[in-house]
């Protein structure tokens, strides 16, 4: 998943999604809180997954932020990620269940 912008110096670059924030970054174990995912390429996204577990009410803003509402899970840190139109996937983040 990528998508094109212009670099300062003028020239189209491919830019690979990527996330660099999940806010907030822990909370229930029973799910239900809105969460919202910042980063760079992430207007493709089409799903948000916990773990195993897919997140529900995903929600593209842009193509810097993806909000969207955590499933439940069990306690401790899980690794959360997009998943694009094209399948490919983005980097990894950390939300801890409490």
């Known amino acids: 998943m990528s998508e094109m912008r212009r670099s300062s110096s003028g020239s189209m670059v491919d830019v690979k999604a990527h996330i660099d924030t999940i806010n907030p970054n822990r ?7 809105q969460v919202t995912l ?13 773990g195993e577990e ?19 899970n069990s306690h401790g840190p899980c690794k959360v990620f997009g998943i694009a139109s094209d399948n ?10 409490e």
Do not use: D, M, R, W
């Open 38 to 50: 910042k980063g760079t390429g992430l207007g493709t996204i089409e799903q948000v997954l916990f």
């Open 88 to 97: 490919s996937k983005t980097n990894t983040v950390t939300y801890t269940y």
């Open 27 to 33: 909370g229930p174990a029973g799910g239900g809180q």
């Open 54 to 72: 897919e997140a529900t009410g995903v929600q593209v803003t842009n193509t810097t932020t993806v909000t969207c509402i955590t499933p439940p």
